[in-house]
Nanobody, 123 residues
Framework: QVQLVESGGGSVQAGGSLRLSCAAS????????MGWFRQAPGKEREFVAA???????AYADSVKGRFTISRDNAKKTVYLQMNSLKPEDTAVYYC?????????????????WGQGTQVTVSS
């Protein structure tokens, strides 16, 4: 398994931006499918974005056009650039890793998870 540590969360006003980072340990980071999920208070955790290699990506409809997932395999880090933030984006954001060879959005197929980082968007 790979160990994951998120950073970059914080508080921002609506319309603002944040960039989340997820640093991974392990030798085979480049082979993992990496994903971002989020959990808002009182709600189930949901898929946000995923990336396979560096060119294959997937996004939840709610964040398309506003969020961008990317990765730097040399730094073993995956990023989530979040622009035009809305109050409904407020949640704890989790980074996750999967050995799947395909882009996946189902969280049960991710075997490693970070501890989460809080994002709060005020109106």
């Amino acid at each position: 398994q790979v160990q994951l540590v998120e950073s970059g969360g914080g508080s921002v006003q609506a319309g603002g931006s944040l960039r989340l980072s997820c640093a991974a340990s392990g030798r085979t980071f480049s082979s993992y499918t990496m994903g971002w999920f989020r959990q808002a208070p009182g709600k189930e955790r949901e898929f946000v974005a995923a990336i396979r290699w560096s060119v294959s990506t997937a996004y939840a409809d709610s964040v398309k056009g506003r969020f961008t997932i990317s990765r730097d395999n040399a730094k073993k880090t995956v990023y989530l650039q979040m622009n035009s933030l809305k109050p409904e984006d407020t949640a704890v954001y989790y980074c996750a890793a999967s050995t799947s060879v395909s882009i996946i959005t189902v969280q049960t197929l991710y075997s490693s998870w970070g501890q989460g980082t809080q994002v709060t968007v005020s109106s």
